[in-house]
């Protein structure tokens, strides 16, 4: 067993565990049944086990196995590696983790097939993903190596310390710098979709002007403060604003062409979690959104306005 907790309130195994440890019960189920979960030096066979105050327990998170789910055609650009993290350029119309919905390989079945060490804190189906990215958007994500790293990394997530900025273009220019902070939960007229909602999720989100192009889009940059899911796509749309190819929140087609979510993780900034180092990755833009700029903006203001001294200015605090 590689980890030992001193347990300091009494319950059931699988509740404390998974309090103590911040995943989800399902995970700490499956540990227990594989035999990972030791309890005063006894392995336990029974997730309902009651611990006491002053048990000793031992767990023990198992490497991803490597091997090759599927055919992979396809690479992925990595824009920094060490022994702990990676970081990706994730493209357009990658899937992060697998699913029963999923069919084609995803971003995991890459890491996988490169022969990447990989956390298992999220279970089967994550190895390695700490936070992620929706199908059609594009840019940075880091990748746990291992379970440590993973473990620091969800705390960062939850203290705001690591953290992201989006570029993204939308279909008509704001009113003003912004910032909304309305509740998300699922729509309940169309499961596809998450909506502002009564009971849901606190979420809050900070939209900054930095371009207006022809055609009435313009270039925002956004922050979160949470991570729900389409949570930049929802708030925009409270605001009765689109990004630019985002039929599901209401954008509709211009005269221009777009293919896909134009929406991007530019900038990622985050504390190593062994050295203790402030880091920050740059993601480049896709092909796609990037002649798109060039051909609706001032290609010169546009570069002076996403340069990483001035990003951190548009949300110092």
């Known amino acids: 067993m590689n980890n030992t907790l001193t347990i300091e309130h009494s319950g059931r195994v699988d509740k404390v565990l ?12 499956k540990l227990i049944k594989d035999g990972l979960v030791e309890v005063n030096g006894r392995v336990i066979t029974k997730t309902s086990y009651k611990l006491a105050v002053g048990d000793s327990v031992c767990y023990q998170f198992v490497e991803a196995t490597k091997k090759e789910p599927v055919e992979i055609d396809f690479d992925v650009e990595v824009l920094y590696e060490d022994e702990d993290i990676l970081v990706v350029n994730k493209p357009s119309g990658l899937v992060v983790h697998p699913a029963p919905s999923v069919k084609e390989a995803t971003l995991v079945d890459w890491l996988i097939h490169r022969g990447i060490s990989l956390s298992t804190i999220s279970g089967e189906e994550r190895h390695g993903i700490v936070h992620r990215i ?7 994500l880091v990748v746990a190596k291992n379970n440590e790293a993973h473990q620091k990394l969800s705390e960062q997530l939850q203290d705001k310390s690591m953290g992201r900025y989006y570029l993204a273009l939308i279909d008509c220019p704001l009113k003003e710098d912004t910032i909304v902070t309305k509740p998300i939960g699922r729509n309940p007229k169309n499961r596809l979709k998450m909506d502002v909602v009564e009971g849901g999720k606190e979420a809050k989100t900070a939209f900054v002007k930095l371009a207006e192009g022809k055609g009435n889009t313009e270039l925002i940059i956004a922050k979160l403060f949470t991570g729900r899911t389409h949570q930049i796509r929802v708030h925009l749309e409270t605001l009765g604003r689109h990004i630019l190819g985002d039929a599901l929140y ?17 900038q990622l900034y985050l504390i190593h979690p062994t050295t203790g180092k402030k880091m920050e990755f740059l993601a480049p833009l896709f092909d796609d959104m990037h002649q798109f700029l060039e051909e609706y903006f001032d290609k010169e203001f546009i570069q002076k306005q996403i340069e990483p001294k001035r990003v951190n200015e548009w949300f110092r605090e």
């Open 18 to 29: 998974s309090g103590l440890l911040e995943v989800s019960r399902n995970q700490i189920e």
């Open 134 to 140: 929706d199908k059609e958007t594009t840019g940075a």
């Open 250 to 266: 209401g954008y509709k087609s211009k005269s221009y062409r777009v293919n896909r979510v134009n929406l991007h993780a530019y």
